[in-house]
């Protein structure tokens, strides 16, 4: 376990993370190599190979590639992620398999991280930095036992640095990018300035900061900023600007068997609204004056993590993590006068409100036999949650709008087995009790198996069963007037799935130096107890309210290619996912047909290394295939549900990367987005009827074509 | 030491950005005449004089005097006072107007024009001279050039009706709700409905009002429902009422369903929304209408009474129509005289889409039945200041009580999640031309409709004689 420990240790000081996926330009290809090494879900780092769950990595060389700031920068181009991002908020979240972020958590280091409305969950992708970030890990599918609710479509671990080979390590960039065409160096395009350092205090300690600004301007298209107080819509931005500041603190110990570490992340974001609408103030006989009712979001998330691993009594491995985590988001409503320039009748609320207090500790090596591991594991999560009126519509019984304050509890205790009958042959299953205050007791269960062949041939089967909780608005929402009535539901139950993946994947390495991998994965997973608003009633008024009445079918297979030939790699994926949905409409008693409707994508990496010029060249390829889903319409007296699809795309991401002075120096220069994608059109058809009904419009993707300068300097002694 | 000053000259490089400070420009204070013109209906007048912003430091203004029939110390004479050429008025430092009395001494004979017009010729402090440089003061009651008004409608439920004269800067204010019969005075036989209330009206193909009847619900006027043969015409064109002309043949004069709409809400709606018309039902009649020598004889009665209730009205050829009122049961007094308003601030049933009522808040109606009639005049075309009789196109007059309507204003606009909320917007690229029952031609521009904090049904207006 020592040796593990110190190979593991040195892997990360060295950024040496071994992974086929792209290679960083550190990377040398050959049969000897060091086995890469996960984490995620497993009893301790180990090689991706002896790993039971099928865990995928995005390597830090991709993270550089891509000159990612923030998760959406790298989710991209994974391919089962789709990314959607609100084109006003810029706020981003991923969905994968079809089910959007409830489904989806977040981790960094194993901890769930904490969101205006989530913890893991609905996490806003662009408030995810990515400057001291080693790896990334995603497993997907059900992953309940091991990381608990709502880990139903998948996991992505943030495996961030917390030591370094050198005694001191500074290290500085500065990044310009445009927004499409736009850019300038105060008012337009996205400026982002980051500083590093770290040192090794002593033998045994260990401290890093990090602070970066990401400065995204307004993206104007063909709207015109602040100061423009005519009413023809002209004001504002298509896309808001965003300014974000983060700062990340790292503070390490390490001593024999021994190593603890706290983490201390801040966010603070201020995203800005600038209303269309001009109001004048009559100033007769004098002309008109100007001023809009404008509007700021302001978040700030505190990040705590306390780890400690260490072993008990000689044998027993300890791994106990402790986190306090707040992320609160301010609305702040503002007058803009256009004469003075200036802001007025300032007015800041609490808009959403998280407040965590989590644990979570595993104990393992408790056989003490090589045959048989068992992991026993807690997660205590404390959640205290406020939610303002204006986020949903929370009324009481009188119409008055109020804010849903609650707290959440849930107390779990979790056990895996790790059985390895032979050194091919490893079976795991699971199994997770969870206590919880607001809902039924819940319980999740897995099992996975693994198989190593000869010849680098690796099998996987897995199934697992995991649960979603309902959230905020589909258990307060109370919004009953003469006009609506739309209420939700406190007795929801949680919503269940069952998740099935099968995988087969094969290294090669031919003696030409050609390296090869590839893999195919297959699976299928049921939800049912959908939850989803439901039209009850049609007198006096038309009656919505929250039900477990949907039911959600999924089924994918996809295969991941890799290529590695001298200074050439290349990686292909291909993923054909097909969703079943049925929707209910309570009153008619119809329900929407239940077909799968597929979407099939495709993206692909290739990268070319010039050693003796310290050079790369890397090109991203993603093709988002046509998406598909129905949508209920129904107005009284007639269902209706239509089939709304919005189109396929491609999108290109392109980056040259040189250093200089023994990489003292680094500059970089992309592109993303190259073909330029900047609308979607949606279209709607009816399934019912035919033609009666049918829509179209756009999709606002992204700012089109936009290109990056990056420059950084690292200094290391 | 070199390797530092170069990593810290970069980090310096990298930590450039600040931010550019927006300055502070709101231009320089202005001085003005609170109008451009009055008429001296007392012996003594306030003449205002305003600063935009309020005076800094003490100063004077200087005033040109023009006399027309008018001599200084005879006609008229002022104070502070003047000469027949100069007029010099101090000001304080810390205010924001400044007046000077004028004393009519001899009034005008009738028709005679006579007047006397100030010009701001300077400031002592450095102001801009703009807006009103220059204020005529008549003897005789004359049309004014310009003004601004803010028209009472009463706020998010917009209450009241408020008819504006525009040559007199009048406004006469009447609860909607006051009203829900006006009977025509001019050559036709014709019964209007209250339609700032939703009213409607369905004939009943009988003529014996002594019949009880029901509510028939599909008269009701709401999103999408109601039938625009049961309104009256949204033009304004006295032919198409929804109850038919009435006949000199008794037999042909049926009896009706009136429905009488709803009331504006009671209750204080949000922010950006109006609640003209969430409030509850008015309620039924069944009428029937005769004529009466040169007038009407209005019977009605309750759905469910078998006798009847009679009144005759007369025409009236002073105004467009006698109202009556089942609420005050006799006729009231709503319009001004036909010749005596221009428009009218009010809510309305339109036809949306062709074939829908619907029902519009913050609408302004021009009394095209007395002969003002309004065009639309986009400021792609022309700027309101630059504006002149020589742009006025007399072929967009036409005789449609909707030249202003509810064009200048929209009520949504797009939020902060991109979805659209209620709110009031203003039209900031049009205005309006009217010509007057007397023929007087003015430019108009709607300057607000909903306060500061979004509060519905509070309208302005600039207008200026061309």
Known sequence: ?717 | MKKYLLFFSFLLLALYSCKDDNGVDSGPAAVSFAVPSANLTEEVTDVVISFSQTTSAAGTITLGVAETEAEYGVDYTTSPAGSASQLTVPFEAGVSKVVFKFNKLVPAVEGEVKNVKYTINAISTNYEIKGNTTTVLNFNETALTGKSLAPQVGGPSQANQVYIDLSSGAMTTVPRISWDLGFYSGNEFRVILNNSVKMSAKSLNSTNLATVVTEDNTMLISQGSGSVDQIDNPTGVITGTAIAEVSANDAENSVYLINLGSNPSSTVPPLGSPAADSGSHRGWKKVRILRSANGYKFQYADLNATTFNEVIIDKNAAFNFNFFSFTANAAVNVEPQKEKWDLNFTTFTNIFGGNTPYFFPDFVVNNSRGGALAYSVSTADFSFDSFTMANVDQSKFINDQRGIGSSWRGTSAPGPDGNPMSQFVLKTDVFYVLKDPAGNIYKIKMTGGALPNLERGHPTFVYSLL
């Open chain 1, 1 to 717: 376990m020592r040796i593990k420990s110190l190979i593991f240790s040195l892997c990360c000081a060295n950024g040496f993370v071994m992974n086929a996926q792209v290679d960083s330009l550190e990377q040398s290809i050959d049969d000897t190599r060091l086995e890469e090494l996960v984490i995620t879900g497993q009893f301790e780092p180990q090689s991706i190979k002896k790993s039971v769950h099928n865990v995928r990595v995005i390597s830090d060389a991709d993270i550089k590639n891509l000159a990612a700031n923030n998760l959406t920068d790298v989710l991209n181009q994974y391919l089962n992620i789709s990314v959607s991002s609100n084109e006003q908020s810029g706020k981003s979240s991923a969905s994968l398999f079809g089910l959007d972020s409830q489904y989806f958590k977040v981790l960094i280091d194993n901890i769930p991280v904490v969101s205006d409305t989530g913890l893991g969950t609905n996490v806003d992708l662009t408030q995810i930095n990515l400057d001291n970030v080693e790896r990334i890990e995603i497993i997907e599918g059900s992953m309940g036992v091991t990381h608990g609710a709502n880990a139903v479509s998948g996991i992505l671990n943030i495996i961030t640095k917390k030591s370094s080979k050198y005694d001191w390590e500074l290290s500085a960039s500065v990044q310009e990018e445009t927004l499409g065409k736009e850019f300038s160096f105060f008012d337009k395009g996205r400026h982002i300035q980051s500083f590093k350092a770290s040192h090794n205090l002593s033998e045994n300690w260990y401290a890093s900061v990090g602070v970066n600004r990401n400065d995204k301007r307004g993206f104007f298209d063909d709207r015109k900023g602040i100061d423009h107080p005519v009413n023809n819509d002209g004001r504002g931005f298509r896309q808001l600007p965003k300014e974000q500041l983060t700062t990340n603190t790292t503070i390490g110990y390490q001593k024999d068997e021994t190593r603890i570490f706290y983490k201390f992340d801040y966010l603070n974001e201020t995203v800005t609204f600038y209303n269309p609408v001009v109001v004048p103030i009559v100033n007769y006989p004098f002309p008109e004056t100007y001023f809009s009712h404008d509007k700021r979001f302001l978040t700030n998330r505190y990040f705590h993590h306390l780890n400690y691993y260490g072993k008990l009594f000689n044998d027993l491995i300890f791994n106990v993590s402790l986190s306090h985590q707040k992320q609160q988001r301010d609305e702040e409503f503002f007058q803009y006068h256009f004469a003075e320039k200036e802001e007025r009748a300032n007015d800041r609320n609490v808009y959403h409100s998280k407040e965590v207090f989590y644990s979570t500790g595993t104990v393992t090596n408790i056989t003490k036999s090589k045959k048989v591991d068992l992991q026993l594991g807690y997660e205590f999560v404390n959640e205290n949650s406020f939610a303002n009126a204006s986020t949903g519509v929370f009324l009481d019984n009188v119409s008055q709008a109020n804010g849903i304050r609650k707290r959440l509890e849930n107390y779990d205790v979790y056990a895996i087995a790790e059985l390895n009958f032979t050194d091919r042959f490893s079976l795991r299953p699971g199994f997770r009790y969870s206590f919880q205050s607001k809902f039924d007791d819940q319980y999740s269960y897995s099992i996975g198996s693994r198989y190593l062949f000869d010849k680098g041939v690796e099998a996987r089967l897995s199934a697992g069963y995991a649960y979603r909780t309902p959230n905020f608005d589909e258990l307060y929402t109370y919004m009953v007037d003469s006009n609506h009535n739309i209420q939700g539901n406190q007795d929801l139950v949680t919503e269940k799935s069952n998740y099935i993946e099968a995988n087969v994947k094969k290294n090669t390495s031919f003696k030409s130096g050609l390296t090869m991998y590839n893999s195919v994965s297959s699976g299928l997973m049921f939800v049912d107890d959908r939850i989803s608003t439901v039209l009850i009633s049609q007198e006096p008024t038309l009656s919505y309210k929250y039900i477990n009445i949907d039911t959600y079918k999924m089924w994918n297979i996809a295969s991941e290619n890799r290529f590695g030939y001298k200074n050439w790699n290349f990686s292909a994926g291909l993923s054909l996912i097909g969703v079943s949905q049925q929707l209910s409409n309570n009153v008619s008693g119809s329900t929407s047909d239940d077909r799968f409707l597929y979407t099939f994508n495709i993206n692909t990496a290739l990268s070319y290394q010039l050693p003796e010029y310290q050079t790369q060249f890397t090109v991203y390829f993603k093709h988002n295939g046509k998406t598909q889903e129905f949508a209920d319409i129904s107005s009284p007296g007639e269902s209706n549900f239509v089939l709304s699809e919005l189109e396929s795309y491609n999108w290109i991401d392109a980056s040259v990367r040189k250093t200089f002075f023994n990489g003292k120096f680094e500059t970089m220069i992309g592109a993303r987005n190259l073909l330029n994608v900047v609308t979607l059109q949606r279209s709607t058809t009816s399934s019912i009827g035919g033609g009666a009904h049918s829509a179209s419009g756009t999709t606002l993707l992204g700012v089109g074509r936009s290109y990056f300068v990056k420059l950084t300097y690292n200094l290391n002694f």
